[in-house]
């Protein structure tokens, strides 16, 4: 199957949005804590919180609240921002995928089956 995979980069900042983001605000909505969302993801919790605080920083305010926990842990909920990001990243992303998939499926048909994976970039 070939995918196509949208990273959003923001000029003249340099800041981006793409798939591990909104993976991770999506799994956020689902699970209730980054600890959970992390563990779901099989990512560690720095990394969530990086990612997190990375998109904190880029847009223009909170994309989570985040609640400290005690002994059954926190709880993390999406704000209005990070919803309107899930929407807006959702729908580039059909978008898309709706007006490149012949070509994607031509592409597709070009790749030889014995072709070496890609190795993955980290970010």
Do not use: N
């Not at 800041?15 to 699970?31: A, V």
């Not at 990612?51 to 926990?69: C, H, R, S």
């Amino acid at each position: 199957m070939t995918k196509l995979v949208i990273r959003i980069d923001f000029e003249p900042s340099g800041s981006s949005l793409g798939p591990s983001m909104i993976q991770l605000l999506e799994t956020l909505q689902k699970e209730g804590s980054i600890r959970k969302a992390a563990k779901a993801l099989s990512i560690s919790y720095r990394k969530a919180w990086l990612l997190i605080q990375q998109m904190q920083k880029t847009f223009t305010g909170p994309v989570v609240l985040a609640e400290a926990g005690g002994y059954e842990g926190g709880s993390t909920q999406l704000t209005e921002l990070g919803l309107t990001l899930l929407k807006h990243y959702r729908s580039v992303d059909s978008c898309c995928l709706e007006g490149t998939r012949k070509d994607l499926e031509a592409l597709a048909a070009l790749v030889r089956h014995d072709a070496p994976p890609r190795r993955r970039e980290r970010g």
